[in-house]
T-cell receptor
Framework: EAQVTQNPRYLITVTGKKLTVTCSQN?????MSWYRQDPGLGLRQIYY???????DKGDVPEGYKVSRKEKRNFPLILESPSPNQTSLYFC?????????FGPGTRLTVT | QKEVEQDPGPLSVPEGAIVSLNCTYS??????FMWYRQYSRKGPELLMY????GNKEDGRFTAQVDKSSKYISLFIRDSQPSDSATYLC???????????????FGKGTLLTVNP
């Protein structure tokens, strides 16, 4: 089954404690991206990757890092999380024009 | 002016009603238009995908694009309680590199279909 998986699905952490949210896709897509979704603000792109070792900033990259060492994986790294990064995060994997979203990771930073 | 405007609703209709959801946009370079459905606590899933202007029909769903008015619509016929979800419009343009991966989303419209 074609899918995008994310882990963990839920995470509560404290300010400043580094964390990584993993994302994996089994569709051999080159393009992957990370979004955050906040009430009243909608989906906003954090980072994207066109291929292995090729990443670039989206609309709201501050406070986040990504890496793309393998085609299937695209982890999101928060080096020093802050409360304003409390949000619902989605990883997506794409063919041209069609994005497939993961189930989401709900992150709370206290 | 925001690139993509979508009325957040909420929209509440009785079962069997025809639902009309709309988005307007300002970027005339947008050529690819999508509608996503997002159930509570789930990721968005692609519902309809349209290139340029015109209509596209898939079962009870019809997507319309009017590029001259910069206006897109999603119609749901014979709406069902299972259609209750947030509907997101999304758009993209072909970039200088020849790809159209970058999507710009509307904020979503919350739809409830009451039995």
């Amino acid at each position: 089954e074609a899918q995008v998986t994310q882990n963990p699905r839920y995470l509560i952490t404290v300010t400043g404690k580094k964390l990584t949210v993993t994302c994996s896709q089994n569709m051999n897509h080159e393009y992957m991206s990370w979004y955050r979704q906040d009430p009243g603000l909608g989906l906003r792109q954090i980072y994207y990757s066109m291929n292995v070792e090729v990443t670039d900033k989206g609309d709201v990259p501050e406070g986040y890092k990504v890496s793309r060492k393998e085609k299937r994986n695209f982890p999101l790294i928060l080096e020093s999380p802050s409360p304003n990064q409390t949000s619902l995060y989605f990883c997506a994997s794409s063919t041209p024009g069609e994005q497939y979203f993961g189930p989401g990771t709900r992150l709370t930073v206290t | 002016q925001k690139e993509v405007e979508q009325d957040p609703g909420p929209l509440s209709v009785p079962e069997g009603a025809i639902v009309s959801l709309n988005c307007t946009y300002s970027n005339s370079a947008f050529q690819y238009f999508m509608w996503y459905r997002q159930y509570s606590r789930k990721g968005p899933e692609l519902l309809m995908y349209t290139y340029s202007s015109g209509n596209k029909e898939d079962g009870r769903f019809t997507a319309q694009v009017d590029k001259s008015s910069k206006y897109i619509s999603l119609f749901i016929r014979d709406s069902q309680p299972s259609d209750s979800a947030t509907y997101l419009c999304a758009m993209s343009a072909m970039n200088s590199g020849g790809s159209n991966y970058k999507l710009t989303f509307g904020k979503g419209t919350l739809l409830t279909v009451n039995p």
